[in-house]
């Protein structure tokens, strides 16, 4: 139950949207939680690997005194760091943050484009002059796919988890498998739907490479990440 409290009920939302799709949050806060047990939805979905973190966690754990508690400070600034610059930023909802991995999706208007632009984000944070990541030497591989999807949501109020099924987002780790560091991979679909607003590659075995995203739709300005 949300309190009628506005600042607790924002906050409230914000933490929710953080772990689970802002679609379903909003039922959530409406009380609507007859119709959460599972769903199918078309969307775009980012899937991305960080290189070099097993490498990371066995510098942390055997040169440095104090290596777990400042490995854990470390892997806390780096996720902040891409959900805030990168993943939400875009509209994204995260559905799996941890390890060395992550899976988030974009439903809606402009979805293809929005996951584009998050993971040019991710990559920046990687490549770019400053950040937790560059300055921890992790680098990331990112598969964007997109296509139907099954949520499955199990849990109450209390502890809630979304689970993913469908070719869509088993095409996102393929891609992400095959891609160098620092490189992000696309599916035919999300070529479809960015093939005019983004420099695409193509690649072999129906692959394509995203270079750099041009305009939005219906947007003068060429996006930039930062």
């Known amino acids: 139950r949300v309190s009628p409290d506005k600042h607790e009920t924002l906050a409230y939302v914000a933490a929710?949207?953080?772990a689970i799709p802002n679609h379903l949050v909003a039922r959530l806060v409406h009380g609507q939680t007859q119709s959460l047990?599972?769903?199918?939805?078309?969307?775009s979905v980012l899937y991305a690997d960080l290189v070099g973190y097993t490498?990371?966690?066995?510098?942390?754990t055997q040169d440095h005194r104090n290596g777990l508690s400042e490995l854990s400070l470390l892997l806390d600034r780096i996720y902040v760091e891409v959900l805030e610059k990168a993943l939400l930023r875009y509209g994204g909802s995260v559905l799996q943050f941890g390890g060395d991995s992550f899976t988030t999706i974009f439903i809606g208007n402009e979805a293809a484009q929005r996951a584009?632009?998050?993971?040019?984000a991710v990559v920046e944070l990687a490549?770019?002059?400053?950040?937790?990541?560059?300055?921890a030497g992790i680098e990331v591989r990112v598969g964007l796919s997109m296509g139907k999807m099954d949520l499955l949501m199990l849990g109450d109020l209390s502890r809630r988890l979304i689970l993913c099924s469908g070719d869509v987002s088993h095409r996102?780790?393929?891609?992400?498998?095959?891609?160098?560091?620092?490189?992000i991979l696309c599916d035919t679909g999300t070529q479809v739907q960015l093939r005019a607003y983004a420099e695409l590659r193509p690649l072999e075995n129906s692959a394509w490479e995203l270079v750099r995203l041009r305009r939005w739709p219906n947007q003068q300005a060429p996006i930039e990440p930062t």
């Open 16 to 18: 929710l949207s953080r």
């Open 37 to 43: 047990a599972s769903e199918s939805l078309v969307t």
């Open 55 to 60: 490498r990371l966690c066995e510098k942390y």
């Open 116 to 120: 584009a632009a998050a993971a040019l």
């Open 127 to 135: 490549t770019g002059p400053a950040g937790a990541m560059r300055s």
């Open 172 to 183: 996102a780790v393929a891609l992400q498998r095959v891609a160098s560091p620092n490189q």
